[in-house]
């Protein structure tokens, strides 16, 4: 049975804590002045910070007041579970929904997207809650595109920011919101996180919460989606391996995890490239492979699970880059260490390299991956392979935008020159 109440009912309780409790059921530890659970962190999951203040004020419940909230995707029964929502959260809910379907829509959705309470509220009825629910843009917004894209949230991340005429706004109520994430459970050690517009983070620098950091978007950033890049990448686990691979494919390819390196790369590496490797027509097995020490060896590791070579030499351009790549084969092709692979520094003796790289590939079934590297390392392979004459394969990666876009069609992602000698 669902359990509905008007805010005129609460406020007949006079605050008395008691009679509190009762009307509010599962909502009590999120609406008093208590510690607060931990918030969701199932798919979809998104907490939002509200503000009982002003005329509306109720005795008894704190002055910030957490909301648990869920984006599901409609299912075939009919019910129309945002009808139970504040009225005004219903409005911001599809205001969300029409920006992030213009600027974050994968492709192969199954069905639209609706914002209900989270179950852990019950059946809570709340549309009688004469709230103005604009600050909960933000925050809605990442969590709609994490879900979208397969990810989920971290329940320690927190936002409040308002749309107003397609510009980021300041919020009221900010102290009592920071105080509400600060009744929030989080994990030992674990700060929470609010992002805000940078004008309500330089005001928040005098709220002193404990375990509470501010941090600001990047409100100017174009296009809308890498206004929210910082808070998505603090926010977002994204989808994990054994998700399709269309949507891991399409989370990495999502603009602002492709022109960040330090999301893309290790989740290419971990989560992409072998996958990425075998729905390729052109895998084949080679006894030796030679390619240059990449800069965040996306490639290497592409090339490592597209070839499976028995041996492999990696070229380098200095000793930090050798480092670098003992450590990535370390991490992600540990088979290799410590006597499948030689490294071979790129020194002032050209003549030697080449000639080296060469003897070490003939007599063998051979390739050479000439795409990593800078143009002294792709010359010396490419001479290399003509001495030994074995086979040239070029891996070609197209960028949009600022970054590479990964698991385009094959024809273009792998076009191999593969005449001896080339």
Known sequence: ??????????????????????????LAPWWLD???????????????????????????LARGILLPLQWRQTDSSGRNESARLPEDLQRVAAEVQALVDSVANPAGESAPWTLCLHPCLGRLDLRGIPWRADSAFLA?????????????????????????DNAWAKVDGLADKLAAVARTATAPGQNSIVFLHP????????????????????????PFLLTLGKLLEELEIPPPIEAPL??????????DVRTNHKRAHPYYLTHLAKDL??????????????????QHHTLNSLSLHLFEPAGLLLLCKTPENEAAARDFLADHHPRFLPD??????????????????????????????????DTELKLALAISATRAKVAVVHLEVPYRDGGPVYGEPTARYFDFEATPGT
């Not at 003549?351 to 003939?362: F, G, Y």
């Open 277 to 294: 490797a075998a729905q390729t027509g052109g895998r084949r097995h080679v006894a030796k492979l030679a390619m240059a020490a990449g």
């Open 34 to 60: 208590d510690p607060a659970p931990r918030p969701p962190q199932d798919p979809g999951s998104v907490t939002i910070l509200a503000v009982n203040a002003g005329s509306d004020r109720i005795a008894g």
């Open 340 to 373: 499948r692979v030689q490294f071979r520094l790129m020194d002032s003796d050209y003549a030697a390299v080449t000639r080296d790289i060469a003897a070490w590939l003939a007599g063998a079934d051979s390739l050479v991956q000439g795409t990593d590297g």
């Open 1 to 26: 049975m669902t359990a509905s109440f008007s805010w005129e009912q609460l406020r007949q309780c006079g605050g008395d804590s008691h009679y509190l409790r009762e009307w509010l059921e599962d």
């Open 246 to 255: 269309a949507q891991r494919t399409a989370y990495v390819n999502r603009r």
């Open 140 to 164: 809605l917004a990442a969590a709609l595109i994490t879900v979208r894209f397969g990810g989920s949230p971290q329940p320690h991340v927190f936002a409040s920011a308002c749309w107003k």
């Open 199 to 222: 004008d309500d983070v330089a005001a928040a620098r005098s709220l002193t919460h404990a375990g509470v950091e501010c941090r600001a978007i990047e409100p100017n950033a174009s």
